[in-house]
């Protein structure tokens, strides 16, 4: 993929380098993009999203325990405080990822990116790329590096016994 050169590579950004560039391709590209290009339904982001939604929260899920969370209904608690639209959406912006995006005519006229809810799906796209490229470990990693762990979920979790 090329960006301009004021632009970082997106790959730098987040520390990842996809093996198959045409899945972060397809992480990028708002389905109302791919229809006006005539591109066929399964080159736009919506499977992606959707994927990266489960991969999110079982991250987020596997840290909770690890670091000691063992009551059900407070893991439940804590997961919606941590996977919610609000962190997806800071994280996006934090990395500039609407810079990246595909986004149709409208799109780009409306300004859609400013939606809290179109942005944390754009993060969920970039992140099920991540793990259908390089699995559940990497797409830990990008996790990690564009803050979607919360400070008391980094560092050295507790083993599970």
Same mark, same amino acid.
């Given at each position: 993929?090329?960006?301009?050169?004021d632009?970082?590579?997106?790959e730098?950004?987040?520390?990842?380098?996809f093996?198959?560039?045409?899945?972060l391709e397809?992480a990028?590209s708002r389905k109302?993009?791919?229809?006006?290009?005539?591109?066929p339904?399964a080159d736009?982001?919506?499977?992606l999203?959707?994927?990266g939604? =489960?991969?999110?929260e079982?991250?987020?899920l596997?840290?909770?325990?690890?670091t000691?969370?063992c009551?059900?209904g407070?893991?439940?608690v804590k997961k919606?405080d941590?996977?919610?639209?609000?962190?997806?959406?800071?994280a996006?912006e934090?990395?500039?990822?609407?810079e990246y995006i595909? /986004?149709?005519n409208?799109e780009?006229?409306?300004h859609? /990116?400013?939606?809290?809810r179109v942005? =944390?799906?754009?993060?969920? =796209?970039l992140i099920?790329?991540v793990?259908?490229?390089g699995?559940?470990y990497? =797409?830990?990693q990008?996790?990690e590096t564009?803050?979607?762990?919360?400070?008391e979920l980094c560092?050295?979790?507790r083993?599970?016994s």
């Amino acid at each position: 993929m090329q960006y301009s050169a004021d632009k970082p590579n997106l790959e730098d950004v987040i520390g990842y380098t996809f093996v198959n560039p045409d899945i972060l391709e397809r992480a990028l590209s708002r389905k109302a993009y791919c229809q006006e290009r005539g591109y066929p339904e399964a080159d736009h982001m919506d499977a992606l999203a959707t994927l990266g939604d =489960a991969v999110i929260e079982l991250h987020i899920l596997t840290r909770l325990v690890e670091t000691g969370g063992c009551d059900k209904g407070e893991i439940s608690v804590k997961k919606m405080d941590l996977v919610n639209m609000s962190i997806l959406r800071r994280a996006g912006e934090t990395i500039h990822l609407h810079e990246y995006i595909h /986004w149709g005519n409208g799109e780009m006229r409306m300004h859609i /990116w400013s939606s809290g809810r179109v942005i =944390a799906e754009c993060i969920e =796209a970039l992140i099920g790329a991540v793990y259908l490229d390089g699995g559940l470990y990497y =797409a830990g990693q990008v996790m990690e590096t564009i803050g979607l762990f919360p400070t008391e979920l980094c560092g050295n979790p507790r083993p599970v016994s």
